[in-house]
């Protein structure tokens, strides 16, 4: 069984020290739960536990698994790529990367198909994936080609170097001009499929500012500070003002025939794991969300 040795140099949290080595933080974290860390020859399953300078602390890395995720054709639209990353103008309703038995049809059996190298760090179902997007959000999102590329890219995610911009259509009037949405996210109580504001969830903060009002909408620019599970669709509920066609935790009312949610990741601007050079991307509006754009500026909606 392969294992990853480090020696604490200064003190610190157990996962913040094993997310120095080739480990994402939330990899590491997982094999933290799971018992395969020690410390000092003892089993330690806290996250959060400290370790002294010069603890000598071994990671049992699992065998690797066989892939058993198929290539497939499927056609996407890469911005950009080199060697070391790859960033990716993702459609509505494509999955990121499979789940629940489901192996096909995810971003992820594209990438297999049109990209040579992905990093292995997520583990066989998520190659290269660095940080994802819900099946009907669109946009930008960066892939990793090598390890060492997806290291460093999680590690500016986590430290909010990476900067994310979304773009979304909100149901009613939002009377604040700008704010920051400072609220927990938890699994829902109600529903385990939905997440939800709770006093016990882990801290999330989202940036928003009024791009324009119409009648009955808000055109919205949020930022994400954090990165949790649909975090830009529960904090626009929280605010009264659901993102529009979001099926999970909007209104009832789909007068758009809308297929999903109108949220789009349009910019991300990170620096690159390898050159230091600052990379900004944008992605324009997809056609559907531009065209309801488009009525509600003609019509008597605009306000």
Not at 25 to 53: C, D, F, W, Y
Not at 70 to 77: T, Y
Not at 220 to 240: D, P, W
Request: charged share 25%.
């Amino acid at each position: 069984m392969k294992t990853i040795d480090v020696t604490a140099q200064e003190k610190c949290r157990l996962d913040v020290l094993l997310s120095q080595t080739q480990l994402t933080r939330s990899h590491a974290q997982k094999l933290i739960r799971g018992g395969a860390v020690t410390v000092n020859g003892k089993v330690v399953q806290k996250v959060s536990a400290e370790v002294t300078p010069w603890a000598e602390v071994r990671v049992l890395l699992p065998e690797e698994v066989p892939l058993e995720v198929p290539p497939q054709d499927i056609d996407i639209d890469v911005v950009y790529q080199d060697e070391w990353l790859a960033v990716i103008n993702k459609p509505q309703g494509l999955t990121v990367h499979p789940a629940n038995n489901v192996n096909t049809d995810t971003l992820v059996n594209a990438l297999l198909f049109h990209i040579k190298d992905l990093s292995g760090i997520n583990g066989v179902l998520r190659p290269g994936i660095v940080h994802r997007l819900d099946k009907d959000t669109s946009g930008l999102l960066v892939v990793a080609k090598n390890d060492a590329a997806h290291v460093e890219l999680q590690r500016q995610i986590q430290t909010k170097q990476c900067r994310r911009i979304y773009v979304a259509l909100l149901e009613g009037v939002l009377k604040q001009e700008s704010g920051i949405v400072d609220q927990p996210i938890g699994r829902s109580a109600a529903d385990r499929k939905k997440m939800a504001v709770r006093a016990d969830g882990r801290s999330a903060q989202t940036l928003f500012s009024v791009i324009k009002r119409y009648r009955h909408y808000t055109l919205v620019r949020f930022e994400l500070k954090t990165g949790r599970t649909h975090q830009i669709r529960v904090h626009a509920k929280f605010l009264g003002h659901p993102v529009v066609g979001d099926k999970a935790y909007g209104t009832k009312n789909n007068r758009w025939n809308l297929a999903g949610q109108l949220l789009h990741a349009q910019s991300i601007t990170f620096t690159h794991p390898h050159s230091g050079e600052t990379m900004t991307f944008t992605a324009p509006l997809p056609s559907y969300f531009a065209k309801v754009l488009d009525v509600l500026d003609k019509t008597d909606e605009a306000k």
